[in-house]
């Protein structure tokens, strides 16, 4: 399921950064005393009471038209666009201006649900002056202080209850394979959303409780039940989203948690840059099954080793998705587009796979008679049994003498030796010593 996005937004200088940081629990936003120090978007996840949630910092809201302050403006309406809930931020300490009301104004037509937050409310005697932000017509102000962190649990607690709020979707389709396409911008992965559903000829569905939101389109294919998820790169009210690289990290995110096979697009004519390796290490550390795909082929200028070099490449910035099969395609002319579907429906198969445990252990003991474990300071490593506890992804338990002797590199190769007797071929897998408690 989806984190919900809470965005803090407000005119210039009223403590959104130094709230921001309170919330995420780390020095993230810069925070200084100047008018229009944050300028972009800056993302963080925080909790509260056990639900998590997404967090955007934005640029004060200025109304002047210099071209920096005008994007600054731009950014913050992009987060009002993205966010599930806002908090609408005050100066406690100059009242309410002509600028608060012409922000307020913005947040009336968002349809967002909105939370008023009178900051710098550092002395007890000043609340009694929150009568006068009513006028705003947001309801009940809550009196923070962002300085010593006073009254952030109410908030939160509101921020919490307006998350319960939300419309609910309806119980969605168990047998479909939820799949979205993550990376940068502008390497293809809306045209690989049209591609699927013309090449591919797809039926579209309209079974209830399958959509999840706008960007949602059911599909079955080869008998099998799909949702595809176009969730980055898409264009809202005029405006381009994704227009640097790095405001592509949220919506990936949220597209990854929703995801069971994650598509890392990669541009074939670009090649991998360090944005490409930060995406795809979310959906490897999210669990998800990961299929890469490397659109725009047919730009590339090509030899019989072409592929071969590229894919060599891949596996060289991207070690850690080793498991990943890798297809080369293009969305334009529709070449190749026919491998996509059938390694989607492999990771998504293999991410949901059991293995029984007597054959499990039987792999454990042949591995483990083939290579014992190396000693450490005169102890040895006794694998005593495992087990599969869960999948999405497969996980296993490696019940042990001390799971202090698993060394990673051990570790590794019992994983190896798995993916050998089993094909995980798509997926992550998580392997986890613990000790028998007998040993204990």
């Known amino acids: 399921m989806s984190k919900p996005v809470l965005a803090i937004v407000g005119r210039p200088n009223v403590g959104k950064s130094t709230i921001f940081n309170r919330l995420i629990g780390q020095r993230l936003s810069i925070v200084e005393d100047t008018p229009g120090v944050t300028r972009d978007r800056i993302y963080g996840t925080s909790e509260w009471i056990g639900t998590d949630f997404h967090v955007i910092d934005t640029g004060g809201i200025d109304l002047r038209d210099e071209p920096l302050l005008a994007r600054v403006r731009e950014q913050a309406e992009i987060a009002m666009d993205e966010a599930d809930v806002i908090l609408f931020m005050v100066n406690g300490q100059e009242g309410v201006t002509a600028a608060d009301q012409t922000v307020a104004e913005r947040l009336y037509r968002s349809g967002k649900p909105v939370l008023l937050v009178v900051n710098k409310m550092d002395n007890p005697q000043m609340r009694e002056d929150i009568y006068d932000y009513y006028a705003l017509g947001f309801g009940e102000p809550y009196p923070v202080s962002g300085a010593h962190g006073s009254g952030l649990g109410d908030l939160l607690d509101a921020v919490v209850e307006a998350f319960g709020s939300l419309t609910t979707e309806e119980d969605e389709d168990p047998e479909a394979i939820r799949f979205s396409f993550i990376g940068r911008p502008n390497v293809g992965k809306s045209s690989l959303v049209n591609a699927i559903l013309g090449e591919e000829r797809a039926i579209v569905s309209d079974i209830p409780g399958t959509t999840r939101d706008a960007t949602d389109t059911p599909f079955e294919h080869d008998q099998q039940s799909y949702v595809i998820m176009d969730t980055a790169g898409m264009r809202k009210r005029g405006k381009v989203y994704e227009k640097t690289e790095k405001y592509s990290v949220l919506r990936a995110q949220k597209a990854i948690e929703r995801s069971d096979v994650c598509v890392i697009v990669l ?156 094909d995980f071929t798509g997926t992550p897998i998580n392997i986890y010593p613990r000790m028998r408690k007998k040993e204990r």
């Open 267 to 422: 541009n074939g004519e670009e090649g991998i840059i360090e944005q490409d390796k930060k995406i795809a290490g979310y959906a490897h550390q999210g669990g998800r099954a990961v299929v890469i795909a490397v659109n725009k082929w047919d730009a590339v200028e090509k030899d019989e080793r072409t592929m071969q070099s590229f894919s060599k490449n891949v596996r060289a910035h991207f070690p850690f998705l080793a498991y990943a099969p890798i297809v080369f395609l293009s969305a334009l002319t529709t070449k190749r587009m026919h491998t996509l579907l059938p390694a989607i429906r492999l990771a998504a198969d293999n991410h949901a796979m059991r293995v029984q445990t007597n054959v499990l252990n039987d792999v454990i003991s042949d591995a483990v008679a083939v290579n014992p474990p190396p000693t450490d300071k005169g102890r040895r490593l006794k694998v005593l049994y495992a087990t599969q506890v869960s999948v999405k992804p497969p996980t296993f338990v490696l019940f042990v003498n001390d799971p202090e002797l698993l060394h990673f590199t051990y570790q590794r190769f019992l994983e190896n030796k798995i993916r050998e007797a089993f």
